[in-house]
């Protein structure tokens, strides 16, 4: 908890937790709108793509939702991945503060 607790006070890593709720926000609207999804079905794709993982139970249906998806990654699996990488490395920095002490 004190992990994620110091990971919020930062700045630039809170404005990479508001960049990822942003594009996972506009894939989980435009997915619900281009393909009729729910909204969580709609956020579990936008999740499960821009992490790469890909289980391929949802696929797009129609020639919108493929271009988005396209357009999405693009724009997206960077961010996603960053915010992942920040999160890992945040946490490996505050264990190893941890064992110092």
């Not at 435009?30 to 793509?49: K, N, P, Q």
């Not at 289980?55 to 249906?61: L, V």
């Not at 020639?63 to 724009?75: A, E, H, N, R, S």
């Amino acid at each position: 908890m004190k992990t994620i607790l110091t990971f919020l006070r930062n700045r630039e890593y809170r404005d990479l937790l508001y960049t990822t709720a942003i594009i996972l926000t506009i894939g989980t609207f435009s997915y619900h709108h281009i393909e009729g999804w729910s909204y969580i079905d709609s956020l579990y794709f936008s999740v499960v793509t821009l992490t790469t993982i890909g289980f391929g139970d949802f696929t797009p249906q129609t020639d919108l939702g493929k271009l988005f998806t396209i357009l999405y990654i693009i724009m997206g699996i960077g961010v996603i991945l960053t915010f992942i990488n920040t999160l890992q490395h945040h946490y490996t920095q505050s264990q190893q503060k941890r064992k110092k002490k």
